[in-house]
């Protein structure tokens, strides 16, 4: 029926018209007032809906359908019954959330037409007042579901069939407000008539016997649309509990009558071995305090010692620049380069490296090319030189090496340095590339897991980051951080060197790493005033102190590191050049070393001589000389086989263990534990020197600030706005990834990039733990260590988190600092290509990516004919012409260079 605007109800009359003909049929239809809502109670429901919400109001006879719903948190519509002209009863609506300041704003639908309030007739809606708002239609507000538990909050309930079960249900507190009617509690199929409700406890009883064949039964609490499972009921009969517990007691019984017996037998063998015991708790508990004793005077007294011997006005010994970048683009191929071609020749006691040009190819000035072909050659490398000039080719280049499956990762990297070395003239275009690739790099990242990126150097642009980063930090790693360092290594080497060294096992008394402890009481003398002279080399004498423990390798290590401390490392003549010869007495004089027939053999392995075994005494005089033909029937001390060879300890074995008294087998599985005392010795004498060292890496001097980083950094944080990467997590595992995990700790762990020195193994060990402590402080999650935990993560866990702190202001330092345009950066790179113009040879290195160009030629020229851009400009056909001049001279060419 059409509606009418009518004041008050009424009579009218109706008729129907069909295809404009008179009206026929006129009856009489009466109109009534419209349902009026007046109220809703209750006002509040949990989110899993089903609350019965009262609905108040008049004139609900006519209504055939209602519905209700919530706006913006409700989940569905619900239907509603009407009971009576004034009365309606709506299950609430599930929600998606709880409200938090005003309640949610309720909808009826009467008949399917939006029930609004009519003032005309002075039916003004409810209005509701909370917290300073007002609302002008109907509101609900929505808590979290209520909860509940069992007494005790046990989940198992044991129950006999046949006797009545009673519970007693907890409730959390809620604003809810329910009544009893509204809970219901069922035992499997069997409802829990509800006895008592309180404010937190419900009391209810199933009074029918729970005849069931199944052997539990859940207990189920439903208000509402929500249901919540808290405890089982499980059933047992009475008379297995009473055998069950006649069994359990008579065995309980049994065991105390035997334990009776044992205890009493055994209490006078306990009384014997009562004393012993004691005497060797006393002697464990003074070995223990002893060494604590000595540990804690160590700590005291090294500092001082160490900063006295440490000569800080000596120049630090860093590599050129050439050097620095040659070792940390090529790690690998550098080392064998350097053992392989750098043959000492000495002149005046000190070595003249003469390297083999043609095993160094890249930092050589001049490039040999055969007068066969040599025009094609020069030709081809030039053309070539220009397309890796061209960025769309060098990026097309790049993905279509990357998309072959037998493009290892060594081999992205190579060509990744071949590619710096190849255009360190012009770093502003290498950075522009750089850049492009990463955005490559982050847009694969970012559909995929965006906090992995940069975690390792998978790709060819993640090892140009690497390069980059050399090139950008040098001038601040050598300004900066390179003195703190290098005390640092100084320390760590005069710290191992104070007390003894197994000159096989590489083990020392004073260590960081735990795996290189000497788990050994072995007593070390020094040997003080030693007056050693360097025969035929115009040198002064000196006064060096060894240590008695020391081998003769060891002793000419330190009368060696004595004569030329002021002097860079591949300047030093080898232990293995020199010879000691000792002055007894008169022309008694002999020449010392590690074997000869005076070693002492124990269980079948030979000791290596000592100071000790020598008996050299305080004051003596030494000489040392280079010697005449190296002797290489020794070779290297570390090299020697274990099986018949020895130094301070010993090797031993279990199965030598198991037939050692027990007392003595005990004790050597135990006392090794007390000596982890002297890592925090060792670590309480180096910290100055670690923390200025993080302080040096993780600061923002204003007289020398990291341009590069802040540059860098700006374009992290640029690309994660430009993909809507808000997580500030995600940004700072980017930048750590990017400098302190890429370059920082390669740095730390690799002090040979920086400086002219010898690195040990023991040296690596402690450095390797100092890099572990350096990883632990840029990671945003806690450490979660206990006493099972490695001692390499416990013995730093004290200072991580004030790592931790300075990482972070590190970051907000370099976020403040005054933004670079692209041509003030730009001004940066043009200086640093100025400044090493002439070191590299550019020629080798475009040849040698050629090679690679040479390899995968067909998938290459795909890749330019694939891209829209490097196919209009041909540069197709002018890689094709690369290959038609230098096909047939490439490889002489690479064997003359």
Not at 324 to 347: D, G, L, N
Not at 831 to 855: G, L, P, V
């Amino acid at each position: 029926m059409p509606s009418m605007q009518i004041t008050g109800s009424g009579n009218v009359s109706i008729c129907v018209q069909f295809e404009g003909n008179p009206c026929i049929n006129s009856s009489k239809f009466t109109y009534k007032e419209n349902p009026v809502i007046n109220d809703i109670r209750p006002k509040k429901s949990h989110i899993s809906g089903g609350r019965i919400i009262t609905v108040e109001g008049k004139q609900f006879e006519l209504v055939q359908q209602v519905s209700m719903v919530v706006q913006n948190f409700g989940k569905e519509i619900t239907n509603c019954m009407v009971q009576s002209n004034t009365q309606i009863t709506c299950p609430s609506p599930a929600a998606s959330d709880v409200t938090a300041h005003e309640p949610a704003v309720v909808d009826f639908y009467i008949n399917g037409v939006l029930y609004e309030a009519d003032t005309s007739f002075d039916q003004r809606p409810v209005v509701y007042r909370k917290d300073a708002y007002t609302y002008k239609t109907f509101g609900l507000e929505y808590h979290h579901d209520p909860q509940f538990f069992a007494a005790k909050k046990e989940k198992w309930i044991k129950h006999y069939r046949g006797d009545p079960l009673a519970l007693l249900i907890h409730k959390e507190p809620d604003d809810l407000e329910l009544s009893q009617e509204e809970y219901k509690v069922k035992t499997g199929p069997f409802p829990c008539q509800i006895v008592i409700v309180k404010d937190k406890e419900i009391h209810c009883t199933v009074n029918d016997s729970l005849n069931t064949d199944q052997s539990q039964l859940p207990v189920i609490v439903h208000v509402g649309k929500f249901n919540q499972t808290i405890a089982t009921v499980h059933f047992g009969g009475s008379e297995t509990a009473i055998i069950v517990s006649i069994v359990i007691c008579s065995i309980l019984l049994l065991l105390s009558v035997v334990a009776l017996f044992v205890f009493c037998t055994k209490s006078q063998r306990a009384e014997r071995h009562w004393k012993k015991t004691l005497l060797q708790m006393d002697e464990m508990e003074s070995q223990i305090r002893e060494e604590i004793r000595k540990g804690f005077a160590e700590l005291q007294t090294d500092m001082t010692d160490l900063t006295k011997e440490l000569n800080r006005s000596q120049g630090i010994p860093f590599l050129e620049y050439k050097d620095f970048v040659t070792r940390t683009f090529f790690p690998t191929t550098s080392c064998e380069i350097q053992a392989r071609c750098m043959q000492p020749v000495y002149e005046n006691c000190a070595p003249k490296m003469y390297p083999n040009k043609e095993c160094q190819p890249l930092l050589l000035n001049e490039w040999k090319i055969p007068e066969n072909g040599r025009s094609n050659v020069e030709e081809g490398i030039t053309l070539f030189s220009t397309l890796l000039s061209n960025k769309h080719f060098l990026i097309t280049f790049v993905h279509a090496l990357e998309q072959q499956k037998d493009f290892a990762v060594r081999d992205r990297c190579n060509l990744a340095s071949l590619l710096t070395i190849a255009l360190h003239g012009k770093l502003e275009y290498y950075t522009s590339i750089m850049k492009d690739l990463l955005v490559d790099l982050i847009d694969a990242s970012a559909s995929k897991n965006p906090k992995l990126m940069l975690r390792r150097t998978e790709s060819v642009v993640e090892k140009m980051l690497t390069n980059w980063m050399s090139i950008c930090m040098y001038s601040y790693l050598k300004e900066t951080v390179g003195e703190p360092f290098f005390l640092l290594l100084c320390a760590i080497k005069q710290q191992i060197n104070k007390g003894s060294i197994d000159a096989i096992t590489g083990k020392a008394r004073y260590t960081l790493n735990e795996e290189w402890l000497l788990r050994e009481n072995i007593e070390a003398k020094p040997v003080q005033n030693l007056n050693v002279s360097f025969q035929g080399c115009g040198m002064d004498s000196l006064t060096v102190r060894v240590m008695d423990t020391d081998t003769i390798y060891q002793v000419k290590e330190k009368i060696l590191e004595a004569f030329y401390k002021n002097t860079p490392f591949s300047q030093r003549p080898k232990v293995e050049d020199v010879d000691l010869e000792w002055f007894a007495s008169g022309n008694d004089n002999r020449i010392l070393r590690d074997l000869d027939n005076t070693s002492v053999l124990e269980d079948g392995r030979k000791k290596l001589n000592t100071a000790l075994h020598y008996k050299i005494p305080d004051g003596a005089s030494l000489a040392m000389s280079l010697k005449d033909k190296r002797d290489n029937t020794l070779g290297r001390v570390k090299d020697l086989d274990t099986e018949k060879y020895f130094h301070l300890v010993i090797p031993t074995d279990d199965l030598a263990e198991t037939k050692k008294p027990l007392r003595q087998s005990q004790r050597k599985k135990v006392l090794p534990e007390i000596y982890l005392t002297r890592l925090l010795s060792t670590k309480g004498t180096l910290q100055k020197f670690l923390d200025d060292l993080f302080k040096a890496i993780l600061g923002v001097p204003p007289e020398n600030p990291p341009v590069a980083i802040k540059y860098f950094f700006d374009f992290l944080e640029e690309q994660a706005e430009k993909r809507g990467i808000t997580d500030p997590d995600t940004l700072h595992i980017w930048k750590t990834n990017s400098l302190l995990l890429r370059f920082w700790v390669n740095i730390l762990k690799n002090p040979q990039f920086v400086f002219d020195i010898d690195k040990s193994d023991h040296m690596d060990a402690c450095l390797s733990v100092i890099a572990q402590a350096f990883i632990d402080a840029c990671s945003l999650s806690d450490l979660q260590l206990g006493k099972d935990s490695p001692t390499n993560k416990l013995l730093y866990a004290k200072e991580i988190p004030e790592y931790k702190k300075a990482v972070q202001t590190f970051y907000k330092q370099i976020q403040e600092m005054t933004p670079l345009s692209e041509q003030e950066m730009n001004a940066h790179l043009a200086e640093d290509s100025w400044k090493y113009r002439n070191e590299f040879n550019t020629n080798f290195a475009i040849t040698e990516t050629y090679k690679y160009a040479k390899k995968y030629r067909s998938q290459i020229g795909n890749a330019l004919e694939a891209n829209a851009t490097t196919k209009r400009t041909q540069l197709q056909h002018k890689f094709e012409q690369v290959f038609a001049l230098m096909e047939d001279n490439i490889y002489e060419c690479c064997s003359e260079a």
